[in-house]
């Protein structure tokens, strides 16, 4: 069949600012106004309306920073089993264009488009849909790959719909500063501008040998994406088998309180990419490492998948009860979902199997002022 029109063969549809919107659809009381979906304990803003963010919000910002930049703003807690729902019927919606859809996270997806005679004309009555039948907007980007699929959804945000050909592809490329490629995040970033390429275009034109001298194959793949090459297939099914997040502690701690308040912090981390990669899991598993470097790990199969915090925390706490005595200390704290069900259908991309592994500054005592 057609390689799409002219090689315009990879959707990226992003819903825009998901969790708000669905709140803002269901409560028009939050219509309007500036809206900030997040809190918790840790108190870090899921995300935030494209009002809100006129202010400057963002997501993943402190909720008291988030208030200062916008102290008219609305905030609700995130309702998670209402989002997977949307989720759940965009994918349905996403289906009947395509069988090839790639779930990227629980608002995201890339769509196979090569067998479309009018993929425009497809994803533009999928956009419709989506407002029609589930009441969010979405945010859609065409183009031969996914790199340059997912760049142009983001291009026009919010309710945006930008076709990058392949022609035009370096022309809209090369200007984007180097954070705008996968795979580049801050400490990469920081490296490449001390590189002096701080543009997508300067990274195009540096020799690919040299990026692989100073990053490796990251480097290799860094300089095709810079010259708008992806070779990434779609991939419609998730090999991920668990997820996990886990605290490593920098000194060992033994007290039981101190540890359920790290475990509550593992749980809050490990609910937040749950809900964002629209998975749940049907065994718990608690895992510790002693101070001596001894490995154990706690399971426990339970009635229904979870993937809230609460449930987390509930069973992950009992597991910490029956292991935590006072007098073992311990240097790592972790807890993971297996037995998944993908309401959303996570990618792999996600990297999901990769744990989540951050250092404290501080022990327990800590944790404590901060709560
Ligand atoms: P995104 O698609 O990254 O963000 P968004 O849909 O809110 O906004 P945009 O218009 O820019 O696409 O994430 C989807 C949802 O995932 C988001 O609504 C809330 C949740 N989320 C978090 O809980 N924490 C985060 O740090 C991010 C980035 C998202
Ligand atoms: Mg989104």
């Known amino acids: 069949m057609a390689d799409g029109a002219a090689g315009l063969s990879i959707a990226h549809v992003d819903c825009d600012a998901f969790f708000a919107a669905v709140e803002k659809r269901d409560r028009p009381?939050?219509?309007?106004?500036?809206?900030?979906?997040?809190?918790?304990?840790?108190?870090?803003?899921?995300?935030?309306?494209?009002?809100?963010?006129?202010?400057?919000?963002?997501?993943?910002?402190?909720?008291?920073?988030?208030?200062?930049?916008?102290?008219?703003?609305?905030?609700?807690?995130?309702?998670?089993?209402?989002?997977?729902?949307?989720?759940?019927?965009?994918?349905?919606?996403?289906?009947?264009?395509?069988?090839?859809?790639?779930?990227?996270?629980?608002?995201?997806?890339?769509?196979?488009?090569?067998?479309?005679?009018?993929?425009?004309?497809?994803?533009?009555?999928?956009?419709?849909?989506?407002?029609?039948?589930?009441?969010?907007?979405?945010?859609?980007?065409l183009s031969c790959n996914k790199l340059l699929a997912k760049i142009a959804s983001d291009m026009d945000k919010p309710e945006g719909f930008t076709v990058i050909s392949g022609e035009r592809a370096l022309e809209v490329l090369r200007p984007m500063p180097v954070r705008r490629l996968p795979g580049v995040g801050p400490a990469m970033e920081r490296s490449l501008e001390a590189a002096g390429l701080c543009s997508v275009g300067e990274v195009a034109d540096a020799d690919p040998q040299e990026l692989f001298a100073r990053y490796g194959g990251v480097g290799l793949r860094l300089s095709d994406f810079a010259r708008g090459e992806d070779w990434r297939p779609l991939v419609t099914e998730s090999p991920a088998k668990s997820v996990s997040s886990e605290i490593t502690l920098d000194r060992d701690v033994a007290d039981p309180a101190s540890l359920q308040e790290t475990l509550r912090e593992v749980a809050e981390d490990l609910a937040a990419r749950l809900g964002k990669a629209g998975i749940r899991g049907r065994t718990m598993v608690l895992k510790m490492t002693t101070s001596d470097f001894r490995r154990l790990t706690r399971s426990r199969r339970l009635d229904a998948p979870v993937c809230e915090v609460a449930d987390l925390l509930r069973v992950g706490a009992a597991l910490l009860a029956s292991e935590a005595d006072g007098r073992q200390s311990y240097r790592l704290v972790g807890i993971a979902v297996q037995d998944l069900d993908f309401w959303a259908e996570a990618s792999p991309l996600l990297d999901l199997e990769a744990e989540d592994s951050r250092q404290r500054r501080q022990a327990a005592n800590e944790t404590a002022c901060r709560s």
């Open 29 to 141: 009381d939050l219509r309007g106004v500036p809206l900030i979906v997040g809190g918790g304990r840790r108190g870090v803003v899921a995300t935030a309306c494209y009002l809100a963010r006129r202010c400057g919000v963002r997501s993943a910002m402190p909720m008291y920073r988030a208030l200062r930049l916008c102290p008219e703003a609305r905030v609700v807690s995130p309702d998670h089993p209402r989002y997977r729902r949307a989720s759940g019927e965009i994918r349905l919606l996403m289906r009947s264009v395509t069988p090839l859809v790639e779930a990227v996270s629980v608002d995201e997806a890339y769509l196979g488009l090569a067998d479309c005679p009018a993929p425009e004309e497809a994803l533009r009555g999928l956009v419709q849909r989506i407002v029609d039948e589930v009441g969010v907007t979405a945010s859609v980007g």
